[in-house]
């Protein structure tokens, strides 16, 4: 088996995982052990030919020392609590890098000391925030996007007097790393709502910016506590994740992994365990179309990428831009059964957007947040529609969409039952908007389309391949969505990443 062979081998294994066990409990109570099988998917995985295993054991020791903590302090989690069981790992991480690395840890003085120096661009970026001046946004962006808090580290780093490795580990330490749960702008908007003065809230977000990196784990419990996190004891949790994982940190800084990699790695790779696989996603999934939509796209992501590889297909940057375009086409594909494009819905979401800011001043700072991912995916899923309806004009062939020249299977849609009968689930005479309404749920939660565990389980096999290149955040321009309506191209930071 070809190191590609096995990377689609690992990301399929992990997708289908969660949709089996989502098939079987949708609708029922969650319980910790429901996550079991993607616990074991991953405790298959290795390293082959050139990959690190120490990049393998910070994704595998990490999905073991979450599970098995999280279960002993709980046997579920309320879906208000579930979105953030990822956001647990990388404050632990960090301390630890703070301890093995006392040069890093000075490094993040000066850089805390740099964010409180940056009143002004903090400032301007916060009331941008605070009044939509940038449209829906992403404010855990894994790339560089306007309004999103890595965009704002990424500037403040470039005028902070430090080591370029120890700038991209901070950088990626607030992007597919997640330190702490908290997007920039939120303490602001709270303040200056409260009545506040603009100075006086923008001097409590910068206390916070500096506390998050300063004391992660300390500022993750008090975010959360702040929050009303009941499902379990959280400061706990952090402590023992630190303590669990100090020798999985210790190896992977003997085999020479990067730094960036390291607080990369072990943070999304949890997520599916009690967040994707979780009781929002049960509840969610009761809906039979929102269901088999989940279940149609996973078909055609397994299906796409095994033709590929039949085709020969070698290089592992291709085989997660096949695995991401393969899920964009396939929900263009169905939203347009029901007649709407992603221009429209990118129309749609954007007013939604700037009307929700006048309804919500204090909305959370990520409630647009999938609402980006969702239009970022059917955009690029339109255009690889359109190139191939163009291609087969009026021809009685069937649609051909491509990426990267591997064919798409756009099949698995069509031979949906649930999906291709619409009519059974509203008033019959009438089901025209069926689809796009689970679509529109999907649009709130798009981690099984986009996929997460997918795009998770690559990326541990593309960083085990390049180990000392920094993995995140993608320093790549991502194409938005939202830039067809809210032009914002000159505040992005994509090709100044540090």
């Given at each position: ?137 992403c404010v855990v962006d894994f790339a560089l996007v306007p309004g999103s808090t890595t965009n704002l580290v990424n500037r403040i780093l470039k005028n902070t007097n430090i080591k370029d490795d ?246 698995p849609i069509d031979k949906n039952e649930v999906i291709m009968n619409p009519q059974r689930y509203t008033y019959p005479g009438c089901a025209i908007t069926v689809r796009f309404s689970s679509l ?59």
């Open positions: 088996m070809s190191v590609y062979n096995k990377m689609i081998h690992e990301a399929i294994e992990a997708q289908k995982a969660d949709v089996n066990v989502i098939i079987k409990k949708r609708g029922t109570k969650f319980k910790l052990a429901d996550v079991k099988p993607y616990v074991d998917v991953a405790n298959k995985m290795k390293a082959q030919g050139d990959q690190s295993q120490a990049v393998f054991d910070l994704h595998i020791d990490s999905i073991n020392a979450h599970f098995e903590i999280l279960s002993s302090l709980t046997d579920t989690v309320r879906p208000e609590d579930d979105p953030f069981v990822e956001h647990y790992q990388t404050g632990p991480i960090l301390e630890i890098l703070y301890d093995e690395k006392p040069d890093f840890r000075k490094a993040m003085d000066k850089f805390i000391e740099a964010i409180g120096k940056s009143e002004a661009l903090i400032g301007k970026e916060v009331i941008r925030r605070y009044g939509g001046f940038y449209g829906p946004t120890y700038k991209r580990t901070i950088l990626a330490s607030k992007s597919w790393g997640m330190n702490t749960s908290y997007g920039i702008g939120d303490v602001f908007a709270h303040a200056i709502e409260s009545g506040k003065t603009a100075a006086d809230a923008v001097k409590e977000e910068i206390k916070t910016l500096k506390f998050i990196y300063d004391q992660p784990i300390e500022a993750q419990t008090k975010l959360m506590e702040d929050m009303g996190h009941t499902s379990f004891d959280v400061k706990k949790y952090q402590e023992q994740y630190k303590e669990r994982m100090k020798s999985t940190i210790k190896a992977a800084i003997d085999d020479g992994v990067l730094d960036a990699n390291i607080v990369t790695v072990p943070a999304y790779c949890v997520g599916d365990i009690a967040h994707h696989i979780s009781q929002s996603t049960f509840n969610m999934c009761k809906d039979d179309v929102t269901m088999s939509i989940i279940e149609a796209e996973t078909a055609v992501l397994e299906n796409t990428l095994n033709n590929a590889l039949k085709q020969g297909i070698d290089n592992e940057y291709k085989i997660l831009t096949l695995a991401t375009a393969s899920t964009a086409a396939g929900a263009e594909y169905i939203l347009e059964k029901d007649g709407f494009t992603a221009p429209m819905v990118v129309d749609l979401l954007t007013k939604r957007f700037h009307n929700y800011v006048q309804l919500y001043p204090t909305r959370g700072a990520a409630a647009e947040l999938h609402n980006h991912d969702f239009m970022d995916m059917i955009w690029r899923g339109w255009h690889i529609l359109e190139k191939a309806a163009k291609a087969k004009n009026g021809s009685d062939s069937a649609l051909a969409p491509k990426s990267g020249g591997y064919p798409i299977d756009l099949g529109m749920r999907l649009a709130d939660y798009p981690c099984l389309l986009t996929s997460e565990p997918v795009t998770a389980t690559l990326m541990t096999n593309i960083i085990a391949l390049h180990k000392d290149e920094p993995g995140a955040p993608a320093r790549v321009c991502k194409n938005c969505a939202i830039t067809s309506i809210d032009k914002r191209h000159q505040y992005c930071q994509w090709a100044e990443a540090v």
